[in-house]
């Protein structure tokens, strides 16, 4: 075989494959021979039929048959010969028919992993975000802190308030018909999944009153004796339980195992929010240093590397339902999310092959006892003994894939070293805004495409923080589905820059 690899761009080659006349009748004289062999054919004895009559009968596909094996082990000797790695699906060109006595030739299409070159890698402007941490954040975290230590507390001088629990003696009545008799349930005051609505008619009540209201009940009810009735419900209130949080003391700041008392836990919490912002800050900083770098380098990669990088993120947002107990068969993405997760990708791309580069360039490397601190430090924060965690990098053969990652990092470092590090970059000139509006208008009504970002970390541009409009019960609800994670710094900032409500803060917090 002849193969001849032609460059069409930085990552696209044809392979061109000539076979020659005495091969192709070689493979056709094996091929008959096999068929006629096994051949039954009317007025001749198996295997005695002759090579025009199996041509008559089976040439087409024989010759097809030739063909595909001649495409195939082509391909084959090109990629093991030429050093080629694909890195999408062969594409074949249309080719003519194979025939005995004449040379064979096809042509295949295929991407391969580009080279790049650089022209930028230091001295770009990088936003680096300011880390700052408020007393009000201390505040709100000791708060969580203390609410951990909540006890259930008897109430008797105050009325039910929505949040506590209520016993209470309960009739619930069809006419005359008494359907449920509870001597002594426990009610909550937040969606009680027994009696739902039986907790807004308690809320106001103290120990000892009674009222009567008529109640319709949802089918999920849990009592099935109630479940998607009407119905006259009866409660007397027997008693009051409230979760009483404790106030920050020196004695609860030591039950909490922090030193120093009261003074000494904010103190801790005030490092551990800022060591958690700190290595926010610091992602951040990476996700922005990798957009700038491909703005300031642009090139192409292939749809290939892109597909592969997204059916990834579709891998991963599979695993986050089922650890979520959702089926991950329900994922149902619309063309805009699409299209944010195919920006994504491609980010992630062209960022793998842009640190790729600086570690070829660099020589940067990896050595032995980098691996070890860090399996070091993954056995401190697991509270493992270190053997446990290389028993588990060795079992699942990842240390080649964990030291791909410290190489990353590394470079990334480096990359950060030479950056120049700003608050905030520069606004455009009002012109130039001007000008920009209508192309992003035409660009969004196309593909709803927002800005890429790294799948780590949203990288700073057009962030969707409308999920911010709505309550604080909303908020909290759209962040449990997890569809906002990568924009979670985002969100905080916004949050803390604007209405600064301490329950949405403390649900970006928690989430994080």
């Known amino acids: 075989m002849q193969i001849e690899v032609v460059e069409l761009g930085s990552f696209s080659r044809k392979l061109q494959v000539k076979v020659p006349a005495d091969r192709i009748a070689k493979e056709l004289d094996q091929a008959f021979r096999r068929v006629g062999r096994q051949a039954h054919l009317k007025g001749f004895r198996k295997g005695k039929a002759p090579r025009r009559v199996l041509e008559l009968r089976f040439g087409p596909q024989i010759m097809s048959d030739v063909a595909q094996s001649l495409i195939q082990e082509g391909y084959s000797t090109a990629i093991r010969d030429k050093g080629i790695e694909?890195?999408?699906?062969p594409q074949l060109e249309p080719y003519e028919e194979i025939k005995s006595g004449a040379e064979f030739e096809f042509a295949i299409t295929v991407d391969v992993r580009p080279s790049v070159e650089l022209d930028k890698t230091t001295g770009v402007d990088v936003v680096y975000p300011k880390v700052d941490v408020s007393d009000d954040e201390v505040e709100m975290w000791v708060r969580g802190r203390l609410e951990g230590q909540a006890r259930l507390v008897e109430v008797t001088d105050r009325a039910a308030e929505t949040g506590d629990m209520v016993l209470v003696e309960l009739h619930a009545k069809d006419g005359d018909d008494e359907v449920a008799t509870e001597p002594g349930t426990m009610i909550r005051t937040q969606a009680d999944p027994y009696y739902p609505g039986v907790d807004a008619l308690v809320v106001g009540l103290s120990v000892g009153d009674e009222k009567t209201e008529e109640i319709t009940f949802p089918e999920d009810a849990?009592?099935?004796?109630?479940?998607?009735?009407?119905?006259?419900?009866?409660?007397?209130?027997?008693?009051?339980?409230?979760?009483?949080?404790?106030?920050?003391?020196?004695?609860?700041?030591e039950e909490l195992n922090y030193e120093g008392g009261a003074e000494g836990m904010r103190t801790a919490i005030r490092l551990e929010i800022e060591t958690q912002k700190t290595e926010m800050a610091?992602?951040?900083?990476?996700?922005?240093?990798?957009?700038?770098?491909?703005?300031?380098?642009?090139?192409?990669?292939?749809?290939?590397?892109?597909?592969?990088?997204?059916?990834?993120?579709?891998?991963?947002?599979?695993?986050?339902?089922?650890?979520?107990?959702?089926?991950?068969?329900?994922?149902?993405?619309?063309?805009?999310?699409?299209a944010d997760l195919r920006a994504r990708a491609e980010f992630a791309v062209k960022g793998g092959l842009i640190l790729e580069?600086?570690?070829?360039?660099?020589?940067?490397?990896?050595?032995?006892?980098?691996?070890?601190?860090?399996?070091?430090?993954?056995?401190?924060?697991?509270?493992?003994?270190?053997?446990?965690?290389?028993?588990?990098?060795?079992?699942?053969?990842a240390i080649d894939e964990l030291k791909d990652r410290l190489?990353?990092?590394?470079?990334?470092?480096?990359?950060?070293?030479?950056?120049?590090?700003?608050?905030?970059?520069?606004?455009?000139?009002?012109?130039?805004?001007?000008?920009?509006?209508?192309?992003?208008k035409a660009k969004?009504?196309?593909?709803?495409?927002?800005?890429?970002?790294?799948?780590?970390?949203?990288?700073?541009?057009?962030?969707?923080?409308?999920?911010?409009?709505?309550?604080?019960?909303?908020?909290?609800?759209a962040l449990a589905t997890g569809d906002h994670d990568a924009y979670l710094a985002e969100l905080l900032a916004a949050e803390e820059g604007g209405k600064a409500r301490k329950g949405a803060?403390?649900?970006i917090n928690a989430r994080m």
């Open 505 to 507: 803060i403390a649900a």
């Open 86 to 89: 694909p890195v999408s699906q």
């Open 222 to 253: 849990r009592t099935d004796a109630v479940a998607g009735k009407t119905l006259s419900v009866t409660v007397k209130v027997i008693g009051i339980q409230a979760n009483q949080v404790p106030e920050l003391s020196d004695e609860i700041a």
């Open 444 to 477: 969004k009504a196309k593909a709803e495409e927002p800005a890429a970002e790294a799948p780590a970390a949203a990288p700073a541009g057009d962030v969707d923080l409308s999920v911010l409009d709505g309550s604080i019960g909303a908020v909290k609800d």
């Open 282 to 338: 610091r992602n951040q900083a990476r996700a922005n240093l990798l957009q700038a770098l491909i703005a300031a380098n642009p090139f192409d990669v292939p749809g290939g590397m892109v597909d592969q990088q997204l059916q990834m993120l579709l891998e991963e947002l599979g695993r986050q339902r089922r650890a979520r107990g959702l089926d991950p068969r329900s994922l149902n993405l619309g063309q805009a999310e699409i």
């Open 357 to 397: 580069y600086v570690c070829q360039t660099e020589n940067l490397e990896i050595s032995d006892d980098e691996v070890d601190a860090r399996l070091q430090e993954m056995a401190d924060e697991s509270g493992q003994p270190i053997e446990a965690i290389k028993g588990f990098f060795a079992k699942d053969d």
């Open 407 to 440: 190489l990353e990092e590394k470079a990334l470092d480096w990359l950060l070293e030479r950056a120049n590090l700003v608050d905030s970059l520069p606004e455009a000139p009002a012109e130039e805004k001007a000008e920009a509006k209508p192309a992003k």
